[in-house]
């Protein structure tokens, strides 16, 4: 089963919450794709099994003997990381997409490809829970999008037996959406304010149009009026709140010293069992 953890921006316990999930299975793979800040190795202190893999994409390369400078390369780039000076055409790699597009506009043939690394990935089984199997995607300081390492990492948890858990990125971007799509359940984390709402709506927009079966988790729940405008939202848009978190000073300060805390960790069992349950129905 590929559960994917996400939400509509970041700070709403949405990695606290792929922990928990991860420290209440026996034998899961918990894929940290929220690549530009990724923070699950920290409490899990993996031992690495092997040096990082150096993901990459292939970008063009212009061979300034052939080109004339024509522009049809500039036109076609929906990125504008092609300039035309002089009698050359100039390539701005940090804004390029890897599309491929100029190559195909090319009549010279003064385009190719070569790769460019954008990230690394590494891999280890956490030293305190030897059940979890940590995927880490870092991507390189100054990459335009994330998009291709979260789909190689995706692709390389796949390959792997048992239930996934993606710890996705913030917000509601193309990284979200790479990272969500063809989950077989994604769980939105948000929290019990107006911001919360709004943004969890965002997401709920993304889940819906990907037709993820979706449910909610309500993080730092107040118990009161806050919890109570998430109740109605979710209740009108029939997406079911499978569990609420409470705020804890004792889980804050494990979690803050870099410990997955033992608290809530019957909430995370009864997450599991709804998912379970969620699968059997879609049997
Ligand atoms: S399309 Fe080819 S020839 Fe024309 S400017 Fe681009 S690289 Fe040069
Ligand atoms: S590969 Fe695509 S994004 Fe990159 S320079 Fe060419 S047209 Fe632009």
């Not at 202190?45 to 003997?65: E, F, L, N, R």
């Not at 052939?66 to 000076?85: M, Q, Y």
């Not at 300081?141 to 792997?160: E, Y």
């Not at 000073?249 to 349950?277: D, H, N, T, V």
Request: net charge negative.
């Amino acid at each position: 089963m590929l559960i994917s953890i996400a939400s509509g921006k970041g700070g709403t316990g949405k990695t606290t919450l792929a922990l928990l999930l991860a420290a209440a299975h026996s034998q899961v793979t918990l894929l940290d794709c929220d690549v530009e800040e990724p923070n699950c190795h920290l409490f899990l202190q993996p031992q690495w099994q092997a040096a990082g893999q150096d993901i990459t994409v292939m970008v063009p390369h212009i061979d300034s003997d052939r080109c004339t400078g024509c522009g049809a390369c500039s036109a076609v780039c929906l990125f504008s990381a092609i300039a035309i000076s002089g009698n050359s055409a100039i390539l701005f790699d940090e804004l390029c997409h890897s599309c491929g597009g100029c190559l195909l506009a090319c009549q010279q043939a003064a385009i190719s490809e070569e790769q460019k690394t954008i990230g690394t990935l590494t891999a280890g089984t956490a030293a305190a829970h030897p059940g979890i199997y940590l995927l880490k995607g870092t991507l390189k300081v100054g990459t335009p999008s994330a998009v291709p390492l979260i789909k190689q990492m995706k692709q390389t948890g796949l390959q792997l037996a048992g239930d996934i858990l993606i710890d996705c990125p913030p917000g509601t971007s193309c990284s979200m959406v790479t990272a969500v799509k063809d989950s077989d359940f994604c769980i939105l984390v948000t929290e019990p304010t107006p911001f919360g709402r709004h943004d969890l709506e965002l997401a709920l927009n993304i889940t819906r149009l990907l037709r993820l079966p979706t449910g909610v988790v309500l993080n730092k729940s107040d118990g009161a009026a806050g919890d109570e405008s998430i109740e109605t939202f979710c209740a009108s848009r029939q997406v079911p709140i499978l569990a609420k978190i409470p705020h804890s000073l004792a889980f804050a300060r494990q979690y803050a010293a870099g410990c997955i805390p033992g608290e809530f960790q019957s909430i995370a069992a009864s997450i599991w069992q709804q998912l379970k349950a969620e699968r059997s129905a879609g049997t």
